[in-house]
């Protein structure tokens, strides 16, 4: 690492890139020479850069950098498995078996259970789409439903 003005830092990455073969862009003012470059429409990708920078900078690892080396090292391995979609959250409709939708009007508190309705919906056991309680009520609407439609 070397340190300067811009300008001779500037000058000294494009001579570093052509001794290097590495390929250079320019994007939004600032001059990349790529030793990787990365594939498009493939997550996560995996990229490899230098430019010329300032000497000190904040990081922008959102967790811990042993994580974040972690993951890097998997990823330029090829090893990184792919993301899981996450599931989908349910509406109320979707909830259509019958001990399931007993199951969440028993969790009620009003129906002696001890959560709310909004608690219910966070709760992750039951999968629900979050609607400030609103799903979680109609579930429990629909509960009271197949009750009297017993009696």
Do not use: H
């Not at 000294?12 to 390929?23: F, M, R, S, T, Y």
């Not at 996560?44 to 080396?69: H, I």
């Not at 608690?119 to 439903?145: H, P």
């Amino acid at each position: 690492m070397e340190t300067g003005s811009r300008s001779d830092m500037a000058g000294k990455l494009l001579k570093a890139a052509k001794a290097n073969g590495l390929k250079t862009v320019e994007l939004r003012g600032i001059t990349y020479a790529y030793v990787r470059q990365r594939a498009k429409d493939v997550y996560p990708a995996v990229e490899e850069f230098f430019v010329a920078a300032p000497a000190t900078v904040e990081t922008k690892v959102r967790y811990t950098m042993e994580r974040f080396d972690a993951i890097w090292k998997l990823a330029l391995t090829g090893k990184l498995p792919a993301k899981e979609k996450p599931k989908a959250k349910r509406l109320s409709t979707e909830v259509v078996d019958e001990a399931e939708i007993k199951a969440i009007f028993l969790a009620y508190k009003g129906n002696g259970g001890t959560l709310t309705y909004d608690g219910i919906e966070n709760d992750k056991s039951f999968g629900l789409k979050w609607a400030n309680g609103m799903t979680a009520y109609r579930i429990c609407k629909k509960y009271e439903k197949m009750v009297k439609a017993l009696v």
